[in-house]
């Protein structure tokens, strides 16, 4: 049974350009999570999908979206990239229920120049 | 929003020894879980535990609700626990998972 994947596992791009990162959930999960954890944090909520909606969002600027597909597995588009967004971006899957556990993924490590 | 506390900060414990790691919250929650997070950056998952008491392996854990903290028992440490212990909790309004900024550990030889 694969747990949560992520891809790609690093990547390096310069200010004002765009990326996008995936994440392939645990199977029987439909619901992922998309967190930002900066050097010596915590990570922080970006916000959640479920049936291909955001369902929450945290505290982050509109160039952060998302997009869930049919299958559960999702993406996190970053706009106009900054020296701040420099990162380990982490995804978690669950299930639908707000009771159940999270499931996190190894991350994308992004390094803006 | 819901805040999120752990202590110590930081831990350097000799090989053998045991600990106990805090968590505290603001506010009632209906999830809980703690993680450790691998030197690669790999959150894995400890315990879901939003009451009561779980034990596996060396490590425990027990939540007491009604006064909001969480405790993380570590017995007789080795080095492979060294790395960043992270409470996380969500409040019965939301989704989002709120972390603490993490209790640093490092285990010697």
């Known amino acids: 049974d694969a747990g949560v994947t992520q891809s790609p596992t690093h990547l390096i791009k310069t200010r004002g350009q765009q990326v996008t990162l995936r994440c392939s959930p645990k199977?029987?999960?439909?619901?992922v999570s998309w967190y930002q954890q900066a050097l010596g944090q915590g990570p922080q909520f970006i916000f959640q999908?479920?049936?291909?909606?955001?369902?929450q969002r945290g505290n982050f600027p509109d160039r952060f979206s998302g997009h869930q597909f049919p299958n559960y597995s999702s993406e996190l588009n970053v706009n106009a990239l900054l020296l701040g967004d420099s990162a380990l971006y982490l995804c978690?899957?669950?299930?639908?229920?707000?009771?159940?556990?999270?499931?996190f993924g190894p991350g994308t490590r992004l390094l803006v120049l | 929003g819901i805040q999120v506390e752990q202590s110590p900060p930081d831990l350097i414990l000799q090989e053998g020894a045991n600990s106990t790691l805090r968590c505290n919250f603001s506010?009632?929650?209906?999830?809980l879980q703690w993680f450790h997070q691998n030197p690669w950056g790999q959150l894995i998952n400890l315990f879901y535990?939003?009451?009561g008491t779980k034990q596996n392996g060396r490590l425990s854990a027990t939540t007491v609700a009604t006064e909001r903290y969480s405790l993380l028992y570590i017995s007789s440490s080795q080095t492979t626990d060294s790395g960043v212990y992270f409470c996380?909790?969500?409040?019965?309004?939301?989704?989002?998972?709120?972390f603490g900024k993490g209790t640093s550990l490092l285990v010697t030889p």
């Open positions: 978690a899957s669950s299930a639908s229920g707000v009771r159940e556990t999270q499931y």
């Open positions: 999908y479920y049936e291909e909606e955001e369902r």
């Open positions: 506010d009632s929650v209906n999830n």
């Open positions: 996380a909790v969500n409040s019965n309004s939301g989704y989002a998972l709120n």
């Open positions: 199977s029987g999960h439909d619901t």
């Open positions: 535990i939003p009451s």
